[in-house]
T-cell receptor, first 113, second 113 residues
Framework: KAGVTQTPRYLIKTRGQQVTLSCSPISGHRSVSWYQQTPGQGLQFLFE???????NKGNFPGRFSGRQFSNSRSEMNVSTLELGDSALYLCASALGGSNEKLFFGSGTQLSVL | GESVGLHLPTLSVQEGDNSIINCAYS??????FIWYKQESGKGPQFIID?????DKRQGQRVTVLLNKTVKHLSLQIAATQPGDSAVYFCAERVTGGGNKLTFGTGTQLKVEL
């Protein structure tokens, strides 16, 4: 069974631009969560989607948004990029419900210049 | 608050020795705890989990101990191998929080030959 797939693997953008990251969960998984990882802040929760609905949201500004499609694939978007948005963005999928094991992808490394 | 912190940022052990990685958590509402291993260039990999109604759980070469009285979690790795070198994160999930995880800061485990 294929794991969590994130594309692209690397991305370079400039300040003010917007970016869209994609995540394909493990087949059969209906929950997709997004995390931001930086050396200074560690792993921080962005949001979780389940059955196309946002179920949880972290403490990030409105520039960070996401969505989930009927096939459980998810995208996150960051608008008006800032230098501080440079990070590894990780997607994790779970079967569904709560208290399920989360399986992570390898992430998208975003660099904002 | 919801902070989860690790006591030691770097742990060096000799190959074949046992490793113990510690984690403190502060949210008494957390009912599920997970340890992840992250190797360079990869996403976090699930190691072992434990629910709050347990105080010990064993896997293959790994044991997780939970002390709810002092809000402390530990990961024990038996017969540490070079392939165990990685950053280890503890994470907690609050009851009713869906699949939102709060991660600790991470401990770098270095295995010396």
């Amino acid at each position: 069974k294929a794991g969590v797939t994130q594309t692209p693997r690397y991305l370079i953008k400039t300040r003010g631009q917007q970016v869209t990251l994609s995540c394909s969960p493990i087949s059969g998984h209906r929950s997709v969560s997004w995390y931001q990882q930086t050396p200074g802040q560690g792993l921080q929760f962005l949001f979780e989607y389940f059955s196309e609905t946002q179920r949880n949201k972290g403490n990030f500004p409105g520039r960070f948004s996401g969505r989930q499609f009927s096939n459980s694939r998810s995208e996150m978007n960051v608008s008006t990029l800032e230098l501080g948005d440079s990070a590894l963005y990780l997607c994790a999928s779970a079967l569904g419900g709560s208290n399920e094991k989360l399986f992570f992808g390898s992430g998208t490394q975003l660099s904002v210049l | 608050g919801e902070s989860v912190g690790l006591h030691l940022p770097t742990l060096s052990v000799q190959e074949g020795d046992n490793s113990i990685i510690n984690c403190a958590y502060s949210n008494s509402a957390s009912d599920y705890f997970i340890w992840y291993k992250q190797e360079s260039g990869k996403g976090p990999q699930f190691i072992i989990d434990i629910r709050s109604n347990m105080d010990k759980r064993q896997g293959q070469r790994v044991t997780v101990l939970l002390n709810k009285t002092v809000k402390h979690l530990s990961l024990q790795i038996a017969a540490t191998q070079p392939g165990d070198s990685a950053v280890y994160f503890c994470a907690e999930r609050v009851t009713g929080g869906g699949n939102k995880l709060t991660f600790g800061t991470g401990t770098q485990l270095k295995v010396e030959l």
